[in-house]
């Protein structure tokens, strides 16, 4: 009788930490409750969504926006230079038409084809630098369209 009643006890105080046991969530710890506040566990704050799109819509705008400009500006610089070295050639093209009288080199005619080809190859360039800057320009045009559309754009109410 004594032992009954000491493993009627013994089920009764160890009954429940096997419910326990068999019953806990892993997946969903419990929060501890702690004396200082340092020690608490950091919930993650809501971020107002809203507000952060707007601010990288407006903010990834502004910086295609300023790339796009200094593709711009580089561009420029290419085709302004292609365009004095067209120029230069030119120039040089001249001189040597101008010279033929004064000059009994033979190769003479074939520096004047050779230049005429450099000419032509240049001129290439050059038309091709000025599609470019075209381009360029239509996209930054684009851009400017599509910062204005960032900055009108109001997410929520």
């Avoid at 710890?29 to 601010?55: A, C, F, G, R, V």
């Amino acid at each position: 009788m004594k032992t009954r009643f000491i493993l009627l006890l013994l089920l009764i105080f160890a009954f429940p930490f096997f419910a326990i046991a068999q019953n806990s969530d892993m997946s969903k710890p419990e929060l501890q409750h702690t004396m200082y506040p340092w020690m608490e566990p950091k919930l993650p704050k809501k971020i107002d969504s809203n507000k952060n799109l707007y601010k990288g819509k407006v903010q990834r705008a502004k910086n295609r926006l300023a790339r796009e400009e200094q593709k711009l500006i580089k561009l420029g610089q290419k085709e302004w230079e292609i365009e004095l070295d067209l120029r230069a050639q030119l120039e040089n093209l001249r001189q040597l038409e101008n010279s033929t009288e004064k000059s009994d080199d033979p190769d003479h005619q074939k520096k004047i084809e050779k230049t005429k080809i450099q000419i032509a190859k240049s001129q290439e360039k050059l038309n091709k630098a000025k599609t470019e800057v075209a381009l360029s320009t239509k996209i930054l045009n684009d851009c400017e369209i599509a910062l204005k559309d960032a900055r009108l754009v109001k997410y929520g109410s």
